[in-house]
């Protein structure tokens, strides 16, 4: 590919960077945070190096599920601004080179959504039809319930019409009927217009499910066509609308059904969130053996080329382990969250990363060199890059939500409203504002904050991370994990080392030979012989990134 569809697939060695507008940073002090108050940060994003900023749904909300039940899809919460300040936060993003995506979440509206209020009214109602419905008492389906502390069944009576009605998420997030071709119309019409005001594209919610044909009649089934025919039209809507914008899907599946929503050609989702690689991830840290997530990366299926990974440590949900055997969960969860108030769901924790390494500074880093260093496009949820910790008492998924932590000030700078009108309470337990906060931080070149930037911006200065060919590097540490990837010539050698102990190892690397391996970090160079070998140490949980040089090349 040239330099110019390079650039065009800006996604491919993005940074992307999930906040919640009400958590991030209050402007007028009534303890939420809002668009202005994140307009006022955006030179902390753009410092960060952050390239694409992905915002969780601002839109009118009951708020039932954190804001992913929406009640107006062309409006803003109020307690977060207007769209007016959207447009402004776009703005102000792109002009420092950041480019702004948004929370789709079209599998479902909010129960209070005037479609579903209309349809609910009557059986003759001419919204009917933008829900899933039923007349007959539903089988079991608890099984598959998403979030079984709360639901037990895929069905809700509506004692009004005496039907049940179809919601995978919780009850008072109806499904929408995406048979339905008034359904499908408003939904482009939305996109088009979020397109229209200036968004990249979107983080789609809950791809599987909002495809999926389930509780669908024969005439409904009939009219929806081939599943992925449906992905495949959403993607080419946005691409005729705006040839940069891309859909970034949610699929936590095994990679040979993910694989399916890329799409043969890559037309269907642009990027995928790499939920296995993360999982195995997690389960190679607690083993402090590489081997969980060597095997995972190998099994990693080619893609198509304009297709990207978007790998991550944290987001924003449950840390979900399920698609780890249940032994191989339980040996997570005994490493970072044995106590039941860690967990979640049966199937996930409710910590983030630092806690679950009891702090551990080098530890830490070696995590995020990695995610950072691994094929893909790295995705960082707000507070990552200082270190922040959980608030365990918060309710399910919330434990992760907490404030920003800018200072160490009330509130840790986030708002000034008295604390008990905060939006969530701040994390705690050692990992709280006063220990860990942007300006303590922000001017220590020793801080996570400086190596995550630092971090950041290697990435961006090494496409072939995001663009090239993944190879993985024999050598006989188990805790080790040494990988290249090469791309238009370019090379970049990472190794890691997921054990406390010191590891000396010579890799045997004959594509590199005569080549010498340059520091990315400022360590020592390191020369690969002209049998094609080369002598690497790492420190316990130590990293390097290094990159191959022909000595007559320009090392730029
Ligand atoms: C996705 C979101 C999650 C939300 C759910 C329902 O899984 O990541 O936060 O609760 O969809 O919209």
């Known amino acids: 590919m040239s330099e110019t569809e390079n650039s065009n697939l800006w996604w491919k060695n993005a940074v992307v960077y ?3 507008i009400e958590t991030f940073f209050d402007s007028d002090g009534d303890g939420i945070g809002d668009l202005p108050g994140l ?51 776009i703005r102000a993003a792109n002009n420092r080179g950041i480019r702004v995506i948004a929370d789709l979440v079209v599998n479902h509206t909010s129960a209070q959504h005037p479609w579903f209020q209309a349809a609910r009214s009557s059986k003759e109602s001419p ?14 389906t608890s099984a598959e319930v998403v979030f079984p502390d709360q639901e037990n069944s895929l069905w809700e009576l509506d004692e009004q019409t005496g039907e049940w009605y179809f919601h995978r998420f919780y009850k008072q997030q109806p499904d929408l009927n995406i048979s339905n071709p008034r359904v499908r119309r408003e939904i482009t019409k939305m996109m088009a217009f979020w397109l229209q005001l200036g968004m990249s594209g979107f983080r789609v919610d809950a791809v599987p499910f909002l495809i999926e044909t389930m509780g669908l009649g024969a005439e409904a089934l009939a009219g929806f066509g081939e599943p992925h025919g449906y992905l495949r039209s959403l993607r080419s809507f946005v691409s005729q609308r705006n040839g940069e914008a891309i859909l970034l899907g949610e699929v936590n599946l095994p990679y040979e059904q993910q694989l399916e929503f890329f799409g043969p050609t890559g037309d269907e989702l642009s990027m995928m969130f790499e939920f296995i690689g993360m999982q195995h991830l997690y389960l190679a840290l607690a083993r402090a053996d590489s081997e969980p997530l060597v ?34 969960r339980q040996e997570v969860f005994d490493a970072f969250g044995p106590e039941k108030r860690m967990q979640l769901y049966g199937r996930g924790l409710k910590r983030r990363l630092p806690p679950m390494l009891n702090g551990d500074p080098q530890r830490i880093r070696m995590v995020y060199s990695l995610l950072f ?36 000030q009330p509130n840790g700078g986030f708002s000034t409203a008295p604390r008990q009108q905060l939006i969530s309470d701040m994390a705690e337990d050692g990992f709280g504002p006063e220990m860990i906060n942007v300006l303590a931080q ?55 080392n997921f054990s406390d102990k010191p590891v000396t190892m010579s890799l045997t690397l004959p594509d590199f030979t005569g080549h010498v391996l340059r520091d990315l970090f400022g360590g020592a160079n390191c020369e690969v012989s002209s049998s094609g070998s080369a002598e690497l140490s790492l420190d316990g949980y130590g990293y390097r990134w290094l990159r191959a040089y022909r000595k007559e090349d320009r090392w730029v």
């Not at 893609?303 to 055997?325: G, M, Y």
Request: charged content about 25%; overall charge negative.
């Open 18 to 20: 999930c906040l919640d």
């Open 295 to 328: 095997n995972a990366l190998k099994q990693r299926p080619a893609i198509p080329p304009a297709s990207q990974w978007a790998t991550f440590v944290r987001n924003h949900d449950e840390l979900t382990l399920d698609k780890l055997p249940p032994s191989q």
């Open 39 to 89: 307009h006022e940060q955006i030179d902390y994003i753009a410092e960060l190096g952050v390239t694409c900023l992905w915002l969780m749904p601002f839109y009118p909300t009951p708020n039932r599920d954190d804001g992913y039940d929406i009640t107006d899809y062309y409006g803003v919460d109020q307690r977060l601004g207007s769209l007016g300040d959207v447009v402004e936060l």
């Open 127 to 140: 919204f009917r039809d933008f829900y899933i419905w039923r007349s007959n008492p539903p089988p079991d």
């Open 442 to 496: 922000r001017g220590d070149t020793d801080s996570l904050l400086s190596f995550v930037t630092q971090l950041v911006h290697r990435y961006r200065d090494c496409p072939e991370l995001g663009w090239g060919e993944f190879k993985v590097i024999d050598q006989p540490h188990r805790g080790v994990l040494a990988h290249t990837c090469t791309w238009q010539g370019r090379a970049v050698l990472a190794v890691h």
């Open 373 to 408: 260093s691994l094929p893909g496009t790295p995705v960082l949820f707000y507070g990552e890059e200082i270190g922040m910790g959980e608030n365990l008492k918060a309710e399910g998924r919330k434990a992760v939500r907490t404030p920003m932590q800018w200072t160490s």
